[in-house]
Structure formats: structure tokens, C-alpha cells
């Protein structure tokens, strides 16, 4: 079946480096991922999308990475704040429903 | 602030108790969604409607029922339900495929 997976469970960094969290997918036909992050207690907030046409798509502060040919997606955020601690999830929407990874935690050291 | 709003917030209820979770959006969208969560795992759908008509069932147990009386409001009613049903219930809408998808706050349901 379908599933969508994280490479690393936690992720540790220092305030002002860029974090890096990658998912990994294996269904080829999927053509829409989406990143989430969730802090303690609420629910999974938008970050950013891209479409299976595209390679990069750049947001505030954060950049999503699409390698189709290994079936790889990554979240970059640059100058990494304490704010930015939460977990990560990424997400593959197929017809009609998500199908969430298993989440990476990011935890941001001054 | 969400968009979509999840009440209660907090629910404690008993395994022979009835209960309702409530959940609104303002969004014009007109799918919505109910999934699961528990502690360190990824939301897990439970139920999909699309023009306020069930299209998704996750094979869920009859103890979950859930409701869309009109295109901004879903609910999920409870009924006998066990403690291993303890989680945090996410209400999510979307405006269709070429968007994504918002979720709420959620419910922390505990069940004793």
C-alpha cells in the first residue's frame, strides 16, 4: 500500500543553523505533498506545498525539495528558531484524504 | 487563530457515557474531515465528507458516528466508547484537490 515515511524520529539543532527534515514516499503516482508542522496541543498547521511538476518551491524562511526519481521529499529551514521547535509531519494527499509520515521531532538549542 | 473550530477543547467521559464533538468552519469548503491522533503518532483519518454526504469510512467502529448537517458544521457523537479511544480528534476541511487542507485545534478526549 501506500505509505509515507520520515528518515530521522528527532532532530536536534542550534538556534540560527538551518534544519534540515526529510520524508521519504513510495507512491510514484502521488502528485501534491504538503508539510505540517504541530506544536504541543494543537492541531497540524500548514507550512508549505508543492506539486509533483515542480523540483523547489521557496516559502518564508523555509524551502521544500521534491527528487521524484527517488521518491524523496525535504523540508529546509533557514536561520532556525526556538519558535520553530515542534514536530513535523509531511503528507502526501491523495483523492480525497492525506496520508501523513510518521513525524519528526525538532528541537531548537540557543 | 484557526479557521476551523473544535469543541470542546478537553472531554472526559465515561464508557457508558454519549457525547458529541463539535466542529465548524467558515471556509466555503465544502469537504470535511475527522481524524484520530494519539501520543507521538500522526493523525489517522477516520471519516470523509464531500457535499455534506459520507464518502470516506475508515473502516471505523460503530461507537463513532459521525454527522454533517450542513456544509460548515460536522460532528462526531461517542457512545460506549473504551479507553484505548483516548486521543486527539482533529476536525480538518479542505476546498477541494487543488488545495489543502486545514485543520483545527482538536478535541482531547480522554475516556475513563
Known amino acids: 500500500g501506500e505509505s509515507v515515511g520520515l528518515h530521522l524520529p528527532t532532530l536536534s539543532v542550534q538556534e540560527g543553523d538551518n534544519s534540515i527534515i526529510n520524508c521519504a514516499y513510495s507512491?510514484?503516482?502521488?502528485?501534491?505533498f504538503i508539510w505540517y508542522k504541530q506544536e504541543s496541543g494543537k492541531g497540524p498547521q500548514f507550512i508549505i506545498d508543492?506539486?509533483?511538476?515542480?523540483d523547489k518551491r521557496q516559502g518564508q524562511r523555509v524551502t521544500v525539495l521534491l527528487n521524484k526519481t527517488v521518491k524523496h521529499l525535504s523540508l529546509q529551514i533557514a536561520a532556525t528558531q526556538p519558535g520553530d521547535s515542534a514536530v513535523y509531519f509531511c503528507?502526501?494527499?491523495?483523492?480525497?484524504?492525506?496520508?501523513f509520515g510518521a513525524g519528526t521531532r525538532l528541537a531548537v538549542h540557543p | 487563530d484557526t479557521e476551523v473550530t473544535q469543541t470542546p477543547k478537553h472531554l472526559v467521559m465515561g464508557m457508558t457515557n454519549k457525547k458529541s464533538l463539535k466542529c465548524e468552519q467558515h471556509?466555503?469548503?465544502?469537504?470535511m474531515y475527522w481524524y484520530k491522533q494519539k501520543a507521538k503518532k500522526p493523525p489517522e483519518l477516520m471519516f470523509v465528507?464531500?457535499?455534506?454526504?459520507?464518502?470516506i469510512n475508515e473502516s471505523v467502529p460503530s461507537r463513532f458516528s459521525p454527522e454533517c448537517p450542513n456544509s460548515s458544521l460536522l460532528n462526531l457523537h461517542l457512545h460506549a466508547l473504551q479507553p484505548e479511544d483516548s486521543a486527539l480528534y482533529l476536525c480538518?476541511?479542505?476546498?477541494?484537490?487543488?488545495?489543502?487542507?486545514?485543520f483545527g485545534s482538536g478535541t482531547r478526549l480522554t475516556v475513563v
Open positions: 508543492i506539486r509533483s511538476n515542480m
Open positions: 480538518a476541511s479542505g476546498g477541494g484537490r487543488v488545495s489543502g487542507y486545514t
Open positions: 503528507a502526501e494527499r491523495g483523492y480525497n484524504k492525506l496520508i
Open positions: 471556509m466555503g469548503h465544502r469537504a
Open positions: 507512491n510514484s503516482a502521488s502528485d501534491y
Open positions: 465528507y464531500s457535499y455534506e454526504k459520507l464518502s
